[in-house]
């Protein structure tokens, strides 16, 4: 195609991942013409780009598919409680290939900017290949977290060796055998990536600044029995994460700490921590995450733990977090990490006992030390939820930038939308319940809701919709309402819109809607069969409708 051609869709998706396959065959269900832009190789997002040795789930494989497909669901069997990346990128794959997706999909392609026209009411989409697509709907499926963000420590472009960051750790093998390896960066993809390669590098140092509180994973693979019953029980499983608030198999105990005697509270929390996935973090008493000293007293045995997994007494104290309690910054799930700090060749660099002066050609240099490398790996996180918009160029109404709308945090109605950016679905973006819960479930309910809204459009022949001022201002009240009283509003971390290496990300951000997955999608449904308040609907497309 030159690049002066020009392509007309009536629904244009950005992102091949989790969210945008599901988008993409809901669409065609509708009948409509749609195309999916993706910038990697393949369908998968996150998981077809993030790679690196010890990537996996940490929510239960089963209850990460999608729920929306029985014969899905059947013909897919999972081999591990928590599925490595590799098989993941499978098995997304796998339903691109069944649903028929493929051929609706672009790859290799970036979109750079969006602009709406407001005399034609679409949205014109310009390309990294130079071609310039028209759509009626843009629907973005970017990731909350896609847009990597390297350390601002000086030199790093000055390093001779290996170095990336883990979100492009490289498809070919990479050689960790004997090697001087570095890790920046001890957040949950840090905390895999350690375990994982430990007893690989010949020698592995570890920097970091502020450490987690992590957790046992307890994964395991899952026998023909547990295959069966797994396979037998979807309705039940899906069920359960549709009551609890994070869309998990988890959902708290609804008494308070205090309610419970101490001994049987210590039990409790043993079961807890030698159980699978996040039951040791959304699975405790209710108060563990809003009451200072309940999150104190869970903090502590945490730490106990700790302690009895490191054997330098020194080191378990550096690993244990002393600025934020248990559970206030997302817990990463771990198998053997805190072993990996038992082994002779596993060192810890605390940057803040000798902070890192800058990278060199041959390593690390801190104020106390110049260490050399083979390999640098960062995993320092990324510009968490808005960052993937900010590196494309919407442009809306009256020439304003998303980017400027946005500039001090995000601003939409449910999520969804954000006025002045007519048609413009933020599907997995901020503001929504999705970013703050198991990601495929969360997806399910947004774009079932979308859909039905485009549905509507088309049936009803209307050109734009948007939602108002006011609808917006209410639902970031809501917001706020929602963060009142947790914990995790008081710590940094991307949840909360922090991050140190992007300019003006150093003060608290209502990046995502804290009310639970439940009461988010009722009022969903609420507001489709209500008319769609809080949304202008306007002009017609009777005249040129693609289909
Ligand atoms: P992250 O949690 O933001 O961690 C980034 C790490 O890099 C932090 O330890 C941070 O230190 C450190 N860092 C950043 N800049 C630095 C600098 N200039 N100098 C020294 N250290 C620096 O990012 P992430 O680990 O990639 O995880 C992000 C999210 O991805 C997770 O919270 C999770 O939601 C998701 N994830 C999911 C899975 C899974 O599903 N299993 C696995 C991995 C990640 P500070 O803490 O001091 O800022």
Same mark, same amino acid.
């Given at each position: ?70 014969? /899905? ?15 993941? #990128? ?10 028929? @997706? ?30 310039? +697509? ?82 046992? +994973? ?100 550096? #690993? ?12 990463? @799930? ?40 083979? +390999? ?25 930038? @998303? ?23 933020? @599907? ?40 108002? /001022? ?43 809607y804290l009310g639970g997955a439940p009461k988010y999608r009722e009022r969903l449904t609420r507001i489709a069969q209500t008319g769609y308040p809080g949304f202008e609907l306007s002009g017609s497309t009777s005249k040129r409708r693609a289909r």
């Amino acid at each position: 195609m030159s690049s002066a051609e020009t392509s007309n869709h009536e629904v244009v998706i950005i992102g091949a991942g989790v969210c945008g396959i599901y988008m993409l065959h809901r669409m065609l269900d509708l009948g409509v013409d749609v195309t999916v832009i993706e910038a990697g190789d393949g369908p998968g997002g996150t998981w077809y780009w993030n790679r690196y040795p010890g990537a996996r789930f940490d929510s239960e494989s089963y209850t990460y598919g999608y729920s929306f497909n029985k014969e /899905i669901l059947k013909e897919w069997s999972w081999s591990e409680h928590f599925a490595g990346q590799p098989e993941t #990128l499978r098995y997304l794959n796998y339903v691109t290939d069944k649903l028929d @997706l493929r051929k609706h999909m672009q790859f290799g392609i970036r979109v750079d900017a969006a602009q709406f026209d407001e005399a034609t009411n679409l949205w014109n989409v310009s390309l990294s290949d130079g071609r310039t +697509l028209t759509t009626r709907i843009l629907v973005t499926a970017i990731g909350m977290l896609s847009a990597a963000t390297m350390p601002r420590i000086k030199g790093v472009e000055a390093f001779k060796g290996q170095s990336f960051h883990t979100y492009y750790w490289p498809q070919q093998p990479v050689d960790l055998a004997g090697k001087r390896i570095a890790v920046i960066g001890t957040g949950a993809t840090g905390v895999q990536v350690i375990a994982d390669i430990a007893d690989k590098a010949g020698d592995l140092h570890v920097f970091q600044r502020r450490p987690n509180w992590c957790a046992p +994973l307890n994964n395991g693979p899952i026998d023909d029995a547990a295959q069966a019953e797994i396979k037998a029980s979807f309705d039940a499983i899906f069920e359960q994460c549709s009551k609890t608030p994070g869309s998990f198999l988890h959902g708290p105990d609804r008494r308070n700490l205090n309610e419970v005697p101490r001994e049987e509270r210590l039990a409790f929390w043993e079961k807890l921590y030698a159980s699978r996935g996040f039951g040791v973090w959304l699975g405790n008493y209710r108060d563990v995450l809003v009451d200072p000293d309940a999150n104190a007293e869970y903090s502590a045995f945490i730490a106990d733990k700790i302690r009895s997994r490191v054997k330098d007494p020194a080191v378990a104290e550096k #690993l244990i977090p002393k600025d934020h309690g248990f559970g206030t910054r997302r817990v990463p @799930l771990e198998t053997r990490y805190y072993e990996a700090y038992n082994r002779p060749n596993v060192h810890l660099v605390d940057v803040n006992d000798s902070p890192i002066e800058c990278i060199t050609s041959t390593g690390v240099r801190t104020t106390q030390k110049e260490y050399d490398f083979d +390999l640098i790996i960062y995993a320092t996180g990324f510009d968490a939820i808005t960052g993937a918009f900010d590196r494309i160029d919407f442009t809306g109404r009256n020439g304003a930038k @998303l980017a400027d709308k946005w500039r001090d945090g995000p601003i939409t109605y449910l999520g969804l939308q954000t006025a002045g950016f007519p048609n413009l679905f933020t @599907l997995a973006g901020p503001q929504g319940a999705s970013v703050s819960s198991n990601f495929p479930p969360g997806i399910e309910a947004s774009v079932n809701w979308a859909t039905d809204l485009i549905r509507y459009l088309r049936e009803n022949n209307i050109a734009r919709v948007e939602p108002s /001022i006011e609808a917006e201002e209410q639902w970031i009240e809501e917001i706020k309402a929602s963060y009142d009283g947790m914990l995790l509003t008081q710590t940094k971390s991307w949840f909360t819109g922090y991050n140190s290496n992007v300019d003006g990300h150093d003060k608290l951000r209502y990046m995502i809607y804290l009310g639970g997955a439940p009461k988010y999608r009722e009022r969903l449904t609420r507001i489709a069969q209500t008319g769609y308040p809080g949304f202008e609907l306007s002009g017609s497309t009777s005249k040129r409708r693609a289909r």
